[in-house]
């Protein structure tokens, strides 16, 4: 799936993956919405 | 989670337009991305592996909030001027400060819980006790400081999973969205940024 996305964005560099790896610890650090199953 | 959504639409969305408008997807170089790891893996052992979280006493909770928002607050500051970083680090600190303000807890109040889960009684709910594992602690409005930047907002019903965010993740949301808008920006735009 992933590699289909990146194949999609064409020549895609694996610093960019990193980043939004980066950019998505950095939301569930910051962030703090409470999910339960109830 | 609607912060990873956020983060899965950005990129969905940069994606789409590097496709239309032939451009690549350029790396925006962000300062001391290091730190982020380093401050979330706390927050991901407490908060998301169930099976370790368990075992950390609550007393260390607010610590491991604290330190960790303080690390991102830093990580914020040296990217300020990033695409998006004004967004995030207003997210940021909003949070951070509401945690911070409430002795290391997000706040979430009774009236918010019965509004997420209508069919449980107000009185299933204990205040001062922790909700599951989450970050939130359940407060009476009375003790909540700064409650308008606590978790008081819920997605519309009928979604499979009832989440409350506060207005810090509104602005999380829309940060991380620019940011990785900005992946496919011009050449030139992205040579001005970086």
């Known amino acids: 799936m992933s590699s289909k996305l990146l194949k999609f964005a064409r020549p895609v560099d694996v610093?960019?993956?990193?980043?939004?790896?980066s950019v998505a610890l950095f939301v569930i650090g910051a962030g703090a919405p409470a999910a339960t199953g109830g | 989670m609607i912060l990873l959504f956020a983060v899965t639409l950005g990129l969905a969305c940069t994606m789409v337009r590097a496709r239309l408008t032939h451009r690549t997807l350029k790396f925006v170089h962000l300062?001391?991305?290091w730190l982020v790891i380093i401050c979330v893996l706390p927050q991901i052992i407490a908060f998301y592996i169930p099976a370790v979280g368990k075992a950390i006493p609550d007393e260390i909770i607010p610590f491991i909030q604290i330190s960790s928002m303080l690390g991102l607050v830093i990580f914020s500051l040296a990217n300020l001027f990033s695409p998006g970083f004004l967004?995030?680090?207003?997210?940021l600190m909003s949070n951070f400060i509401v945690i911070a303000a409430n002795g290391g807890w997000m706040p979430i109040s009774v009236d918010t819980l019965t509004r997420m889960f209508p069919h449980r009684p107000a009185d299933y709910w204990i205040i001062g006790s922790r909700l599951g594992q989450t970050k939130d602690l359940i407060m009476a409005p009375a003790d909540t400081r700064l409650a308008w930047l606590s978790d008081r907002f819920l997605l519309p019903a009928g979604l499979p999973q009832n989440v409350a965010f506060s207005l810090g993740d509104v602005l999380l949301s829309i940060g991380a969205f620019l940011l990785l808008w900005s992946l496919s920006r011009k050449e030139v735009e992205v040579k001005e940024i970086t």
Do not use: S, Y
Not at chain 2, 87 to 91: E, V
């Open chain 1, 15 to 21: 610093r960019v993956v990193l980043f939004v790896i």
């Open chain 2, 31 to 33: 300062k001391w991305d």
């Open chain 2, 87 to 91: 967004a995030l680090g207003a997210g």
